[in-house]
Nanobody, 126 residues
Framework: VQLQASGGGLVQTGDSLRLSCAASGRMLQYYTNFMGWFRQAPGKEREFVAVISWSGGEIYYADAVKGRFTISRDNTKNTMYLQMNSLKSEDTAVYYC??????????????????WGQGTQVTVPA
């Protein structure tokens, strides 16, 4: 599975931005059983942001983004989205999309996500 993230940019505090992650390859329903977003701020480790199941019936968010970010996916377009509202300077990071196969572990640690996109930069100046 190949993942292509896009949609990052430079915005101001309080603005909104929508990231997209397009998936391609075979057996996408198997290999993208869960898809998620992670981010890595300058000088920090990469951290979990949000994850969504194939059906959209399971969604989880990091506490730092709950109520501001919304994850969704359109399987007819093989694309996952992250709608980011009320952006803050602490949201500045490179955002990565990732996919977890059906037979991967039950947790959402980074190690069980077998496919990763290249990252897209989101910058919210202080």
């Amino acid at each position: 599975v190949q993942l292509q993230a896009s949609g990052g940019g430079l915005v101001q505090t309080g603005d909104s931005l929508r990231l997209s992650c397009a998936a391609s390859g075979r057996m996408l329903q198997y290999y993208t059983n869960f898809m998620g977003w992670f981010r890595q701020a300058p000088g920090k480790e990469r951290e979990f942001v949000a994850v969504i199941s194939w059906s959209g019936g399971e969604i989880y968010y990091a506490d730092a983004v709950k109520g501001r970010f919304t994850i969704s996916r359109d399987n007819t377009k093989n694309t996952m989205y992250l709608q980011m509202n009320s952006l803050k300077s602490e949201d500045t990071a490179v955002y990565y999309c990732a996919a977890k196969a059906r037979n991967a572990g039950s947790d959402f640690s980074q190690s069980v996500f077998g496919s990763w996109g290249q990252g897209t930069q989101v910058t919210v100046p202080a």
